[in-house]
């Protein structure tokens, strides 16, 4: 599986951005997306994620009420539209999908593809 990461950018603090994620094959049928976010000097921290079969998500506490998981079984694309953005959001994010319908699991570890990542820059 390949990922394509895209749709990262500059915006004012309150903005929004729809990242987007676009994967190589058939299908992710079986699979989970994630979103993970990295800035500078910090672990790679889990965003949220959803089984690509029913759609069914997960957020992180940091991404509650302000961020939306989705994806588009056919175009094979899974989707962060990220509203209501701090500076604290800065990061470089990137998508991720493993073999699995299970969405509660937030390592990155079990993650076996990973897109190359999208920056993203909040500022105040």
């Known amino acids: 599986v390949q990922l394509q990461a895209s749709g990262g950018g500059l915006v004012q603090a309150g903005g929004s951005l729809r990242l987007a994620c676009a994967a190589s094959?058939?299908?992710?049928?079986?699979?989970?997306m994630g979103w993970f976010r990295q800035s500078p000097g910090a672990e790679r921290e889990f965003v949220a994620s959803?089984?690509?079969?029913?759609?069914?998500?997960y957020y992180a506490d940091s991404a509650k009420g302000r961020f939306t998981i989705s994806r588009d079984y056919a175009k094979i694309t899974g989707y962060l539209q990220m509203n209501s953005l701090r500076p604290a959001d800065t990061a470089v994010y990137y998508c991720?999908?493993?073999?699995?319908?299970?969405?509660?699991?937030?390592?990155?570890?079990?993650?076996?593809?990973w897109g190359q990542g999208t920056q993203v820059t909040v500022s105040s």
């Open positions: 991720a999908v493993r073999f699995g319908t299970t969405v509660s699991i937030g390592r990155s570890s079990a993650f076996s593809y």
């Open positions: 959803i089984g690509w079969n029913l759609a069914n998500t």
């Open positions: 094959g058939p299908s992710l049928s079986g699979y989970v």
